[in-house]
């Protein structure tokens, strides 16, 4: 009486999560956490027309979604200036990351990431048997001549860039990412991620043609929509890019609900408008508060604040424990240089209220 | 300017779908359906429990689900009596038939299902690279001692079996699944689709250890449950295999509102038993209806019911064209010789009265 066999591929993968979620902690803990300011959610919410959407969808959900996503697709369309067959909607961007990995790695083939860059992307392209190529960040940005170099090296399927940036929060501008696609070597996919592109500052959105057959933008309401746990991300294409994703994708895999709040949210503008502005706020909290305990927060054009503890990865790692211990969610998902930072997401003031009377407790904890 | 490379496998895959949605035909047609009959979706509804429970939940989506699907796991536990590594949970059944599917097949990799069954499964099989081998129905029931003797003969990864089974509502006793397990061969996974289980007389389910690692079961919130739009799925087996999936899933893919609906919906067992008993007098009156009109209903442990068009495929198909004519959504998802008939999901009673008076009418146009 035998088990199944598995293929070499994945006999050799390891059972890993990329992330251990907050619940995990406080089941661990043994207690709530006070503020959860850890993983980049919009503590502020969805837009209130997307929670009632959502609320009047709940009793319709014995009907399976719609596969074709007709309807955001179409609103996306209008809104964006592109065509509905530049558009994927997916189960969030970890959805259709794993979907484009699957199109185009086969079994070593190259990838090019940042080391110490967005980690449900790794775990795709491992887990496709890719191999990948990283390369360091320079002054805390996503290196992007160096990036494109890489690819050019090792003859990338994919080269990764996220802007604005999880986790160092930085960005550029989108005419320097529009000069990148002069440098990206033939065949190789630009996935550019803008899971944050809403909090940036103008111009951070490069011009680019949807169907430029060079690159694929992901976006999601997930960070800006507060909808994290509703599950919806898209992507825009080209058109012969974004139909392959029907060769792979689970296409009744999309939440009725989700679907319904994620066109809600979406025609919401001035919820948007406010989540953007109190995500501003918050920064600046996040700030004031990090230079008041001598601590220096780095430049962020997305809903969180990446602070440098001012030392190495083990002080960052003991503050980081210790606002843990005072019931504050928050996480360092960082390779060294950037593990001297921590990484606070934007709260209301009562979050930072309670970031702000955990965090000299946590210093001089990690002080000794 | 070239597009992206694609692996051979996936260049060669086609960009199908293996459904088309009703909301796609809905468009096509120009009007909404009167009665939403074929995708097997439970028309009686979620739990009132349930939908309260995704509507409360819905402001909280702003946080991510717990990737351990803690609660959801613990609950079912508790109810089947079998340990929490014994329970996998995804985004539906068709989530984690693709990767169960990745975790065992790879390219070339021998799978045996039946001929007619569930397309989305095979749609992976294909998907992943790996060939199917397809055993004939047996008198409109999957043929266990073929798929067993197939399975030995290619030396299959994975043989598949639904129980009650899709498409034609017909079961075999959980004896005989046991039994069955004796003649599966060495490093072949059963892999038993119990979707429907929960309409199934007693004695259909069978009796097996959950650590037996020749096994895995899959159980949906999509039919009984009512939440097919709310992707919530779960598999039952030794812990290897369940504990292999963190291997592959999207950790973070599942709805934290499909999350709390399915925990209370699992709890709230007089609603299933309620639309357990709607669902045995639907199929009555279906049967009633069908027989009315010279057809004849075949035995069904599930919520539709087949009926026997009582000539080919082309007639059947021509009635089928009748009934979405007069706006009934039904289905026909089947292979020679199952194709003489048409497939009607169990409805309120106000759906079955359109579609007793659409029928007559479907039929005489058939008939020319």
Known sequence: MTGPRYPELIAKLPSSVPFVGP????????????????????????????????????????????????????????????????????????????????????????????????????????????????????????????????????????????????????????????????????????????????????GTAPDIDANDPRIIRMRTFSKAYGMAGARVGYGIGAPDLIKSFDKVRNHFGMSRISQAGALAAYEDTAWLDEVIELAANARDRIGTIAKANGLTPLPSATNFVTVDCGADGAFAKAVLAGLIQEGVFVRMPFVSPGDRCIRISAGRPSDLDIFGAALPKALATARG
């Not at 503590?43 to 027309?49: D, E, I, K, N, R």
């Not at 009632?52 to 200036?81: E, F, K, P, V």
């Not at 090019?112 to 967005?118: F, I, K």
């Not at 160096?146 to 399927?157: G, N, S």
């Open 23 to 202: 619940e995990v902690q406080e089941r661990q803990r043994g207690a709530p956490f006070l503020a959860r300011l850890g993983a980049n959610e919009s503590v502020f919410g969805p837009s209130p027309f997307a929670v009632a959407a959502m609320q009047d969808t709940a009793g319709q959900c014995w009907q399976y979604a719609d596969a074709t996503n007709y309807d955001l697709i179409h609103a996306i369309s209008a809104h964006m200036r592109v065509r509905p067959d530049n558009i994927i909607i997916g189960e969030g961007i970890d959805a259709l990351l794993g979907y484009l990995v699957r199109l185009l790695v086969a079994p070593g083939d190259p990838v090019v990431t940042s080391d110490g860059a967005y980690p449900t992307f790794n775990y795709h392209v491992v887990g496709y048997g890719g191999t990948l190529h990283k390369v360091p960040f320079k002054n805390d940005h996503e290196d992007i001549d160096a990036l494109m170099a890489k690819a050019a090296e090792v003859d990338a399927k994919i080269v990764y860039l996220s802007n604005p940036d999880n986790p160092m929060g930085s960005w550029h501008s989108g005419a320097k990412i529009e000069k990148a696609l002069e440098a990206l070597p033939d065949g190789t996919l630009l996935l550019l991620d803008e899971a944050y592109i809403e909090f940036a500052p103008s």
